[in-house]
């Protein structure tokens, strides 16, 4: 069966320090894989989505970037944090199962930019 | 562009009470639609789908979902919800046959069931 992890659960970083998020996915090959954030009061917001090693694609502008190095391996981050990065950041992965139309989501990551 | 609305940003109900949740999208072609729930502490889970067929559509623990394209509307509901059923609730779109299979998500509807 398809596991999805996700490292650190939670993180409490101060502003200006560097930020790495760790996804992996386990058991499917050639998922697609997405980052989103969870900001109270406004829903789930598509951060970033791969397709494949080393394709990227960004939805919004920001401070954060992503990087496949792996095929099962989705890494969100930044040079240096800002206040308003703090939020929960879901990871997610799409595939031969649902054929790739149906999402599954990790735990998330806490974090909390001070 | 895309969007999800829930209208409903936080319900309060009482067990046994009946529920239905909103969810409006907006997108000019064909569409799969989806609930999640996301329990205290839990991972985000998906309660249904809809990609083709009868649009009235079963989930899990007793809810369903309506289709309702002329209204452009996927409301969910539940004839008698449990305590267990505290969580929050998210409508999600994306469009077939995009090739990215992104997802839109709505903001989310809070529910608290009390005992």
């Known amino acids: 069966s398809q596991t999805i992890h996700q490292w650190p659960a939670t993180l409490v970083q101060p502003v200006g320090s560097p930020l790495s998020l760790e996804c992996t996915v386990e058991?499917?090959?050639?998922?697609?894989l997405y980052w989103y954030r969870q900001a109270a009061g406004r829903g789930l917001q598509l951060l970033f989505y791969?397709?494949?090693?080393?394709?990227i694609s960004s939805e919004v502008p920001q401070n954060l970037s992503a990087s496949r190095p792996q095929d099962r391996q989705f890494i969100l981050s930044s040079k240096k944090l800002l206040l308003s990065d703090s939020g929960f950041y879901l990871c997610?992965?799409?595939?031969?199962?649902?054929?790739?139309?149906?999402?599954?989501f990790g735990p998330g990551t806490r974090l909390t930019v001070l | 562009a895309q969007s999800v609305s829930q209208h409903n940003h936080h319900v309060i109900l009482s067990e046994a009470a009946s529920l239905e949740l909103g969810c409006n999208y907006s997108?000019?072609?064909?569409?799969?639609l989806f609930w999640y729930v996301q329990y205290p502490g839990q991972h985000l889970q998906l309660l249904l789908k809809?990609?083709?067929?009868?649009?009235l559509v079963k989930g899990i623990k007793g809810f369903e979902a309506e289709f309702i394209k002329s209204k452009f509307s996927f409301n969910l509901r539940k004839p008698s919800v449990q305590w267990s059923d505290t969580a929050e609730y998210f409508c999600?779109?994306?469009?077939?046959?995009?090739?990215?299979?992104?997802?839109?998500f709505g903001t989310g509807t809070r529910l608290k069931v009390l005992a």
């Open positions: 791969s397709v494949g090693i080393g394709q």
């Open positions: 058991g499917t090959s050639n998922p697609n």
């Open positions: 999600a779109v994306n469009a077939q046959n995009s090739g990215t299979y992104k997802y839109i």
């Open positions: 809809y990609f083709s067929g009868d649009p």
């Open positions: 997108y000019g072609g064909t569409v799969n």
């Open positions: 997610a992965w799409s595939g031969k199962r649902g054929n790739y139309n149906e999402q599954f």
